[in-house]
């Protein structure tokens, strides 16, 4: 017999035994598919993530906040120190007033905060413009610890502290995920085995006429070993076609919110998508080669 007719049988009994029991054949591409769907929306998170932090490190600022009292002098001597930094590429200095106009722009809900007060609630500053792949190393965090100290500065807000905080949840979103998709995608082995198990001892009595005639190990197993490729390879398409309908829901409910910004700006490419594909049908097909691989179908028989 040629390899395509091979083929040809094992797909046409994979799908009929998939038909006959549907029902235990459903639970385990259901499982297949709530494990891959979960690790995709971990990757989905944590993809848009990466590259929010990623636009989010090119516009980085270095703001530096002035006290109130600071003298004319030290003034001058701080705005020189900032010139003279190799990485930077532009100071902007807004006065008190210029700043508080920005926060009520900005966060227009807030404005409220801002009235009432005697004199102006936000501090002059100078912000900073920087050369991103110049700004790592000691030298630029000794700059900013000599700007913390400088006596006519209050505060200096680095950007690039709270960008390090999102890149550690970023990892930690990452390694959630697959953590969790592992352990489920084990179940799903698991039960994709259980299922090709059973199918082979209600089997067991053709298994044993094929046997009879001489049949190969290869030509027995096979449509087993399809039944599980094509479990899995289902749970993988499903899995991709929930996640993409729970996208479809979020981008539209999320739209315009801070939220909708962060964690659903893009949509995984079709190469994540068709790798969760490929995951599902390996899982499935480990499963089955994990449930027939400790002896021959000849000991099923009884």
């Known amino acids: 017999m040629k390899l395509y007719q091979a083929l040809s049988y094992f797909f046409r009994e994979a799908w009929i035994s998939l038909a006959r029991s549907w029902k235990v054949s459903l639970l385990a591409v259901v499982t297949i598919a709530v494990s891959l769907g979960i690790g995709g929306t971990f990757l989905l998170i944590s993809r848009n993530l990466g590259g929010l932090v990623e ?26 120190k900032i010139r003279a930094a190799p990485w930077v590429t532009a100071s902007e200095e807004k006065s008190a007033a210029a700043a508080a106009a920005q926060f009520r722009q900005i966060f227009p809900g807030l404005a409220d905060l801002l009235e009432g007060w005697e004199e102006e609630p936000m501090p002059p500053s100078i912000e900073i413009v920087f050369d991103p792949s110049r700004a790592d190393g000691a030298p630029f965090a000794a ?86 490729l094509v479990q899995g390879l289902l749970g993988g398409a499903l899995a991709v076609a929930g996640l993409s309908a729970a996208y479809a829901v979020a981008t539209r409910r999320a739209a315009g919110t801070l939220l909708g910004a962060v964690l659903v ?24 080669i994990l449930s027939l691989r400790r002896e021959k179908l000849g000991s099923v028989e009884g």
């Open 55 to 80: 636009r989010w490190r090119g516009e980085a600022r270095v703001v530096v906040y002035l006290r109130p009292d600071a003298g004319d002098a030290d003034r001058a001597d701080l705005e020189a």
């Open 143 to 228: 700059w900013t610890a000599a700007l913390r100290e400088h006596p006519a500065v209050g505060m200096v807000d680095d950007d690039r502290d709270w960008l390090r905080q999102l890149e550690t949840l970023t990892t930690l979103v990452r390694g959630a995920g697959l953590i969790l998709g592992a352990i489920l995608l084990g179940a799903a082995i698991f039960t994709i085995a259980s299922v090709i198990r059973l199918t082979a001892f209600l089997y067991q009595d053709e298994i044993a006429v094929m046997r009879l005639v001489g049949a190969t190990e290869f030509y027995i197993r096979g449509p087993f070993y399809v039944e599980g």
């Open 265 to 288: 700006p893009q949509f995984l490419s079709w190469q994540p998508l068709a790798l969760l594909v490929l995951v599902g049908g390996a899982a499935g097909l480990t499963g089955a």
